[in-house]
């Protein structure tokens, strides 16, 4: 989304790359105020999109949150919950740090999240004796077609990397490239996947390489970045 890319590219050229602007989701969130939940013993959070939101639709802030990852942790930092912990950057990571600091005795898992998720992370804490109460508190609408400048740049083999930091991303921007009839370009770019299964995703379509970062985070991603650049300088 907008916002998320908008960062990255001030960190990317920071580092003295070019950017291609690209979004491939678009977030919008539902207005409704949440109803009342009572006291959760904990928040779950899978997305930045999701903690931004869940601040916007209620007052709630005290219990701790959990959250998939650094990015997701540093939104709902800056919304202002008061107690965040970040997992490793996966859904499994999540789950641990769950069932290895609650008890699902004490109370339930709020989980605020997008219409459209990843994986089944409310049944896998259902499974583990947790109540989990889920609010869709946003949708990620997908582009519909690529912008005229990115189009035009993959014609002119101007672009040496893309960067993908979800499945849903990486299958968009397939489809797109697809439809604009520049998909021969990517024969030429490396695709950088923040995950395996967001390589899966991209897998569909020849690129020059596919790499995935050590971990599921955007330091790791960049540094497959800075190992592109490395090895063009070498």
């Known amino acids: 989304p907008r916002p998320e890319a908008e960062r990255l ?3 990317l050229r920071s580092r003295g790359f070019e950017v291609c602007l690209e979004p491939m ?35 709630l802030r ?34 641990d740090s769950v069932k290895r600091e609650l008890d699902p005795a004490a109370g339930p898992l709020l989980y605020g999240c997008g219409a459209d998720r990843a994986g089944d992370l409310a049944g896998v804490l259902g499974g583990l004796g947790f109540e989990v ?29 893309a960067l993908f930091f979800s499945p849903r991303s990486a299958a968009a921007f397939v489809s797109l490239v697809r439809d604009a009839g520049v998909e021969g370009s990517c024969a030429a770019v490396t695709a950088l996947c923040l995950s ?36 063009r300088r070498g």
């Open 25 to 59: 989701l678009e977030i919008r969130d539902r207005a409704a105020r949440l109803p009342p939940i009572g006291s959760p013993q904990a928040i779950v959070l899978t997305s930045a999109n999701g903690a931004r939101a869940l601040a916007a639709a209620s007052p």
């Open 196 to 231: 395996g299964a967001v390589a899966e995703a991209a897998a569909p379509m020849r690129w020059r390489w596919v790499r995935i970062a050590a971990r599921p985070d955007a330091p790791s991603l960049l540094a497959l970045l800075d190992d592109m650049a490395d090895e």
């Open 62 to 95: 005290d219990p701790p949150v959990y959250a998939v990852g650094e990015q997701t942790a540093a939104a709902a930092d800056e919304a202002g919950f008061a107690r965040v912990r970040a997992a490793g950057g996966d859904l499994d990571s999540l789950t």
């Open 133 to 161: 109460i889920v609010v869709v508190l946003y949708d990620a609408v997908a582009a519909t077609a690529l912008s005229p400048g990115c189009a035009e740049a993959l014609r002119r083999a101007e672009i040496d990397a």
């Open 9 to 11: 590219a001030q960190r």
